[in-house]
C-alpha cells in the first residue's frame, strides 16, 4: 500500500458527461501529479500541484482541469468526455515539489466512456 | 526533449531464470534521475528504484540488480531466479532535476511473464 488513495475505482459513464476523480496523497506529501495511461499512448504525465498551486502541465486537455485543495487532497475534472479519454488515471503524491523525489501512486481510477 | 525507450515489449522466462529488461534514455541535461516502477496484473504501480546520474555505481538488492551507464544513455534492470510474483509489466522513467518539478516521462513498458 503506497498510501495514496484514488476514488473511485471504476468510473463508467457517457461521452459528453463530465466527472470528478478524487485523490489524496500519502501524509505529508505535500506535490500530487497526475498521469493517464492509455494503451495508445502508454502513461503520460498531465499535471502537478505542489502546496495547492499548480507547478507544472504536460500533455493535459483544456477539457481537463485540476485543482488541490487546502488539506492537499487533489480533484482531476473531466469534461465532455470522448471515448478515447477512457483510460486508467493514476495520482501520485512526493514530498517536495522540488529535487527529486519517488513518487507513490495510488491504485488508479478506470474510466470507461461508452 | 526527454525520452525513454524500452524496445522489448514482451519478455517470457521459465522461472528461476534471470530476466534483464533494457532501458534507452535521451536527454540533454546533465541532472538526472531515472527510476524503475513495476506494474502487476492488479494494476497500481510500484515504486522499485531510484538512481541519479551522478552516481554510476551499479547495486544490488535482493533479487533485482541494475547497471547505470551514463556512456551508452541506458539503465537496464535485472531480476534475478525470476518467480511467478514477479509477472508484471516494468517501467523505465526519466526526471530532469533542472526541470524542477520532477515530472516522470515513462518508456512504453516490458511485459514480463514468468512461466512456472
Known amino acids: 500500500d503506497s498510501g495514496v488513495t484514488q476514488t473511485p475505482k471504476h468510473l463508467i459513464t457517457a461521452t459528453g458527461q463530465r466527472v470528478t476523480l478524487r485523490c489524496s496523497p500519502r501524509?505529508?506529501?505535500?506535490?500530487v501529479y497526475w498521469y493517464q495511461q492509455s494503451l495508445d499512448q502508454g502513461l503520460q504525465f498531465l499535471i502537478q500541484y505542489y502546496n495547492g498551486e499548480e507547478r507544472a502541465k504536460g500533455n493535459i486537455l483544456e477539457r481537463f482541469s485540476a485543482q488541490q485543495f487546502p488539506d492537499l487532497h487533489s480533484e482531476l475534472n473531466l469534461s465532455s468526455l470522448e471515448l478515447g479519454d477512457s483510460a486508467l488515471y493514476f495520482c501520485a503524491s512526493s514530498a517536495s515539489g522540488t529535487g527529486v523525489h519517488e513518487q507513490f501512486f495510488g491504485p488508479g481510477t478506470r474510466l470507461t466512456v461508452l | 526533449a526527454q525520452k525513454v525507450t524500452q524496445a522489448q515489449t514482451e519478455i517470457s522466462v521459465v522461472e528461476k531464470e534471470d530476466v534483464t529488461l533494457d532501458c534507452v534514455y535521451e536527454?540533454?541535461?546533465?541532472?538526472?534521475?531515472l527510476f524503475w516502477y513495476k506494474q502487476p496484473p492488479s494494476g497500481e504501480l510500484v515504486f522499485l528504484i531510484r538512481r541519479n546520474s551522478f552516481d554510476e555505481q551499479n547495486e544490488i538488492s535482493g533479487r533485482y540488480s541494475w547497471n547505470f551507464q551514463k556512456s551508452t544513455s541506458s539503465f537496464n534492470f535485472t531480476i534475478t531466479a525470476s518467480q511467478v510474483v514477479d509477472s508484471a509489466v516494468y517501467f523505465c522513467a526519466l526526471s530532469l532535476v533542472p526541470d524542477g518539478n520532477n515530472r516522470l516521462a515513462f518508456g512504453k513498458g516490458n511485459q514480463v511473464v514468468v512461466i512456472p
Open positions: 536527454t540533454r541535461d546533465t541532472t538526472y534521475y
Open positions: 501524509s505529508g506529501d505535500l506535490s
